[in-house]
C-alpha cells in the first residue's frame, strides 16, 4: 500500500542529488578559476529570452570566458567535457551571444571553456581551455 509512497520519495531523492552534483561541480570550478586568476561574474546565465544556459561567466584579461561545467561522481561513461552533443553548444552559443551583446563585448574578444569535476575524494577538476569553437568567430 505504501510502496508507490517510498517510490517517489526515491525519485525525488534521486532528483535532488541530481542537482546538488551540478551545483558542487559550479562551487568547484568557481573556486578552481578564480585560484588561477579569472575573475567570475555571472553564473547560471539565461538570457531573457531563453533559448540555452551559461554555467559560468569570467573575465581573463580583456577575454569573456563562457564555461560550461561538467560534474559527475565517475568517469566511467567517458570523460564529462565529450559528453556536450551539438544542440548544448548552440544553446550555449545562443545564451553567450546575448550575454556578449548585453555588455557590450565583441564576439572576437569570446571564448569557450568546459571545467569537469570528477566528484571523487579529492575531485579531480580539469579546464580545457577553447574547449568550443564559436560560430562566426575568425580564426
Same mark, same amino acid.
Given at each position: ?5 517510498? #517510490? ?6 534521486? !532528483? ?10 559550479? %562551487? ?12 567570475? &561574474? +555571472? ?6 529570452? +531563453?533559448? +540555452? *544556459? &551559461? %554555467?559560468? &561567466?569570467? =573575465?581573463?584579461?580583456?577575454?569573456? /570566458?563562457?564555461? *560550461? ?11 564529462? *567535457?565529450?559528453?556536450? +552533443? ?15 551583446? #548585453?555588455?557590450? &563585448?565583441? =564576439?572576437?574578444?569570446? !571564448?569557450? %571553456? /568546459? ?8 575531485? %579531480? ?15
Amino acid at each position: 500500500m505504501m510502496g508507490w509512497f517510498y #517510490r517517489a520519495a526515491g525519485v525525488l531523492r534521486r !532528483r535532488a542529488m541530481a542537482a546538488d552534483r551540478g551545483r558542487v561541480g559550479e %562551487d568547484l570550478a568557481h573556486r578552481y578559476l578564480e585560484r588561477r586568476g579569472l575573475r567570475v &561574474v +555571472g553564473r547560471n546565465y539565461r538570457p531573457p529570452g +531563453g533559448g +540555452g *544556459e &551559461v %554555467d559560468l &561567466v569570467a =573575465w581573463e584579461g580583456d577575454t569573456l /570566458v563562457f564555461v *560550461e561545467v561538467k560534474a559527475r561522481h565517475t568517469d566511467a561513461s567517458g570523460a564529462p *567535457e565529450r559528453n556536450i +552533443g551539438e544542440a548544448k553548444r548552440v544553446a550555449l552559443q545562443r545564451a553567450a551571444r546575448a550575454y556578449a551583446r #548585453r555588455a557590450g &563585448v565583441d =564576439w572576437e574578444r569570446v !571564448r569557450f %571553456d /568546459v571545467v569537469s569535476v570528477l566528484l571523487t575524494q579529492p575531485p %579531480d577538476i580539469r579546464h580545457v581551455r577553447d574547449a568550443i569553437r564559436p560560430s562566426g568567430k575568425r580564426k
